[in-house]
T-cell receptor, first 112, second 114 residues
Framework: AQSVTQLDSQVPVFEEAPVELRCNYSSSVSVYLFWYVQYPNQGLQLLLKYLSGSTLVKGINGFEAEFNKSQTSFHLRKPSVHISDTAEYFCAVSSNFNKFYFGSGTKLNVKP | DSGVTQTPKHLITATGQRVTLRCSPRSGDLSVYWYQQSLDQGLQFLIQYYNGEERAKGNILERFSAQQFPDLHSELNLSSLELGDSALYFC?????????????FGPGTRLTVL
């Protein structure tokens, strides 16, 4: 079985500051890792995903994430956030068995 | 706009009733996924269909069932509804049926059970 833990339920940050949203996973098989963003009253949108290869993955809107197999982590980072980045962010894991597990979400609140 | 449509947007019903949620995937996508998002349980994967066949099953209750039709739209049927079934139900679609595929989410159907 797989599981995902997002360590922070809320992250407040000032505009133009860097941010890191943490995600840890557990799995006994090779996994695919995803970060999704959910804006208020909308569905989820893919930010980036890791399938294999380079452990640093770049996504949309200036976000990037690093896959760390030894620490079973897939933390999301952005060097400088904007007010428009205020949203809820979900880390997710899947595998070749096609079951998908989402973390509990992290609400990013960017303050002016 | 992801290209995935869900109807209705809102649904209010009573305990014990049955409802049907509908999803139309993006043009060309063969897979449809259903998710339930609630405050206490977060985002839970329910079930996946690929080209009309069930591909993977998650935490779907026996009172819930789904199907994917030849035109690839999907319906999620929820019966004997309980208060705890109140949630946001998302449909997503992907081109293929693999775990590595990008899923495109619809806007969701908000179900309120009174």
């Amino acid at each position: 079985a797989q599981s995902v833990t997002q360590l922070d339920s809320q992250v407040p940050v000032f505009e133009e500051a860097p941010v890191e949203l943490r995600c840890n996973y557990s799995s006994s098989v090779s996994v695919y890792l995803f970060w999704y963003v959910q804006y208020p009253n909308q569905g989820l949108q893919l930010l980036l995903k890791y399938l294999s290869g380079s452990t640093l993955v770049k996504g949309i809107n200036g976000f990037e994430a690093e896959f760390n197999k030894s620490q079973t982590s897939f933390h999301l980072r952005k060097p400088s956030v904007h007010i428009s980045d205020t949203a809820e962010y979900f880390c997710a894991v899947s595998s070749n068995f096609n079951k998908f597990y989402f973390g509990s979400g992290t609400k990013l609140n960017v303050k002016p | 706009d992801s290209g995935v449509t869900q109807t209705p947007k809102h649904l209010i019903t009573a305990t014990g009733q049955r409802v049907t949620l509908r999803c139309s995937p993006r043009s060309g996508d063969l897979s449809v996924y259903w998710y339930q998002q609630s405050l206490d349980q977060g985002l839970q994967f329910l079930i996946q269909y690929y080209n009309g066949e069930e591909r993977a099953k998650g935490n779907i209750l026996e009172r819930f069932s789904a199907q994917q039709f030849p035109d690839l739209h999907s319906e999620l049927n929820l019966s004997s509804l309980e208060l705890g079934d109140s949630a946001l139900y998302f449909c997503a679609s992907s081109e293929g049926g693999q775990g590595a595929d990008t899923q495109y989410f619809g806007p969701g159907t908000r179900l309120t059970v009174l």
